[in-house]
T-cell receptor
Framework: DSGVTQTPKHLITATGQRVTLRCSPR?????VYWYQQSLDQGLQFLIQYYNGEERAKGNILERFSAQQFPDLHSELNLSSLELGDSALYFCATRSGTEYNEQFFGPGTRLTVL | QQPVQSPQAVILREGEDAVINCSSSKALYSVHWYRQKHGEAPVFLMI?????EQKGHDKISASFNEKKQQSSLYLTASQLSYSGTYFCGTANRDNYGQNFVFGPGTRLSVLP
């Protein structure tokens, strides 16, 4: 158990809908990273927040947005969903040590029908 | 900017050894290795830092060649539990301390 929690575990929705994925980092971790992993694909970095501020942006679509709240939990909002958005979405936090290793949450499996 | 991993997939018998390679076109500050079992989250294995520091797993070793901008992960006497997809993540001067970029993964299957 990494200490990172994500809800919900599974989400099934229809095209055109909007969903919100939630992530709670480990106690004391200030960074949150979001990744998308399509079926049998690699990890695509979406966006990073650090202590409430956006720090880095990857291949995140304009239909997607994220934020990190004062209590450090983060939400990833996906709107106007398309079939191709079906994927596993992971959040991860980074240790505060010089090694910067990441700890991944269990993921949210999104299925768009 | 995505690192290249080789091989794409490898099948072993229990007890055999394997090497997974990761290379980058940019100068590297650190290389991270993660293992992901099907349907689960990636789990941290190993980090190698510029200058030779290493932190990681007691049954898996790795090397980091800064000049060649590449890292290799060595799995010796493979166990069934080693099966999964191995990802390297690289950090360079532009993104160090922020995100790092994952390679496409190497799928390892260990058979009894």
């Amino acid at each position: 158990d990494s200490g990172v929690t994500q809800t919900p575990k599974h989400l099934i929705t229809a095209t055109g809908q909007r969903v919100t994925l939630r992530c709670s980092p480990r106690s004391g971790d200030l960074s949150v990273y979001w990744y998308q992993q399509s079926l049998d694909q690699g990890l695509q970095f979406l966006i990073q927040y650090y202590n409430g501020e956006e720090r880095a942006k990857g291949n995140i679509l304009e239909r997607f947005s994220a934020q990190q709240f004062p209590d450090l939990h983060s939400e990833l909002n996906l709107s106007s969903l398309e079939l191709g958005d079906s994927a596993l979405y992971f959040c991860a936090t980074r240790s505060g040590t010089e090694y910067n290793e990441q700890f991944f949450g269990p993921g949210t499996r999104l299925t768009v029908l | 900017q995505q690192p290249v991993q080789s091989p794409q997939a490898v099948i072993l018998r229990e007890g055999e050894d394997a090497v997974i390679n990761c290379s980058s076109s940019k100068a590297l500050y650190s290389v991270h290795w993660y293992r992901q079992k099907h349907g689960e989250a990636p789990v941290f294995l190993m980090i190698l830092l510029k200058g030779g520091e290493q932190k990681g797993h007691d049954k898996i070793s790795a090397s980091f060649n800064e000049k060649k901008q590449q890292s290799s992960l060595y799995l010796t006497a493979s166990q069934l539990s080693y099966s999964g997809t191995y990802f390297c993540g690289t950090a360079n001067r532009d993104n160090y301390g922020q995100n790092f970029v994952f390679g496409p993964g190497t799928r390892l299957s260990v058979l009894p």
